[in-house]
């Protein structure tokens, strides 16, 4: 089975040691890039933006192995501008993203009744996709680059944590990305059995992965140009990766309430079955 997945330091309890598990194939690319993966075949399962699992062509189950998610803030998904978010017009959204796009969006509406243009932004090279787009006030950025390049805190003195937003405003977890496949695959009866037996290896990954977090964490923090100290802090104390049924929540109300926006199509997110294989 190829697997999809990003390589943030953020993915290290689900991803770190898969390369060697008998049976898959590891396939890295960025967030943005997994959903497509999935629809053209590419990939079997994709740590993809939950986000995709609604707004795409194909659709997708949501298999509940593993989450990259929070209760409060992540560190690494904020906006950051030069004016009060109230204020914002236009933010340069960081194209790595799907899901942390369409949450700025429901934040600033919700919380600042501020509805900024979208532009897409290549945050990695500092340049706006869009031909004439104008100097950026506000970004939204995401990824390690958050913490090891930030912006320039004198030219943009506001940022908003979106994990820790949504948090307050609703007392609910948030997904970012989790492990899904496609519908049709899953609705073969030999599709799935090879699909639920990756998932089983996932999920066997990631408890064991668990295990022996502060190893990994010291292995792999210096080489994404992260303090070992912090990298402990974000990936072992405020990020989350069991979807069980309080993230669940948290992303069906995601769901609605963007929907309501009208910045994605109604769900519902479709989950493959009740629990978690081990």
Not at 42 to 57: C, N, Y
Not at 84 to 100: G, V
Not at 101 to 128: C, K, T
Not at 243 to 262: C, N, P, Q, V
Request: hydrophobic share 45%; glycine share 6%; aromatic share 6%.
């Amino acid at each position: 089975m190829n697997v999809a997945c990003v390589r943030y330091l953020n993915t290290a309890p689900l991803v770190y040691g898969l390369e060697s598990v008998r049976g898959l194939t590891v396939e890295p690319a960025a967030p943005s890039h997994i959903a497509g993966m999935l629809i053209d075949g590419r990939a079997d399962i994709g740590l993809a933006s939950i986000v995709d699992a609604v707004r795409g062509p194909v659709p997708m189950v949501v298999l509940p192995v593993g989450m990259i998610g929070c209760a409060g803030p992540t560190l690494t998904v904020r906006v950051h501008s030069d004016r009060p978010f109230e204020q914002i017009t236009a933010l340069h959204a960081d194209t790595d993203s799907h899901t942390s796009v369409a949450l700025a969006q429901v934040i600033l509406r919700e919380r600042f009744a501020a509805a900024p243009q979208i532009i897409d932004y290549d945050a990695r090279e500092g340049v706006a996709r869009q031909p004439d787009a104008p100097e950026p006030h506000a970004m939204l950025l995401i990824g390690d680059k958050v913490v090891t390049d930030p912006p320039d805190a004198e030219r943009f003195p506001h940022a908003l944590d979106l994990g820790e937003a949504w948090h307050d405003m609703t007392g609910l977890p948030f997904v970012y990305a989790a492990w899904m496949c496609r519908a049709e695959d899953w609705e073969n009866a030999e599709r799935r059995r090879e699909l639920e037996s990756a998932a089983t290896l996932l999920a066997r990954q990631r408890l064991h992965n668990a295990t022996r977090l502060g190893g990994i964490i010291a292995e792999v923090a210096p080489r994404h140009r992260w303090p070992v100290d912090l990298a402990a802090q974000y990936v072992g104390s405020l990020l989350r990766y069991d979807l069980d049924a309080e993230a669940r929540r948290g992303a069906e109300a995601f769901i609605a309430r963007a929907s309501a926006l009208e910045l994605l199509p109604p769900g519902p997110l479709r989950f493959a079955g009740a629990e978690a294989p081990v």
